[in-house]
């Protein structure tokens, strides 16, 4: 069964930075899509960035308005690990943060959709104060 953990969340002060790191078990990547999730209390969960990654690992990555310029989606295909790299995080960043993996292909259509995606890991809280 895919399996996906995330760590490094955490509390800082605005202006701060922190990496979250989703390790994916029994899972290739491999020509699929994989994203970045949040979800702020009493909101919506909404996508922040997405990476697909091609048949010959090749990838694409996309960010929202929100944190383009902030936060950084990678990749290690040896660890099987994603990366959430988040700069100069704000208050409004705070929120449980999710990865999901085997998304729309290529991440063409629909990568910031939450129904596109099969499997999700169980969360990480990042609380940014001001």
């Known amino acids: 069964q895919v399996r996906l953990v995330e760590s490094g969340g955490g509390s800082v002060q605005a202006g701060g930075s922190l990496t979250l790191s989703c390790t994916v078990s029994r899972y290739t990547f491999s020509s699929t899509c994989m994203a970045w999730f949040r979800q702020a209390p009493g909101k919506e969960r909404e996508g922040v960035a997405a990476i697909a990654i091609g048949s010959d690992r090749t990838s694409y990555r996309y960010t929202t308005d929100a944190v383009k310029g902030r936060f950084t989606i990678s990749l290690d295909n040896a660890k099987n690990t994603a990366y959430l790299q988040m700069t100069n995080l704000k208050p409004e960043d705070t929120a449980m943060y999710y990865c999901?993996?085997?998304?729309?292909?290529?991440?063409?259509?629909?990568?910031?959709?939450?129904?596109?995606?099969?499997?999700w890991g169980q969360g990480a809280q990042v609380t940014v104060s001001s």
């Open positions: 999901a993996v085997d998304g729309p292909w290529h991440c063409s259509q629909g990568r910031f959709v939450v129904d596109q995606y099969v499997y």
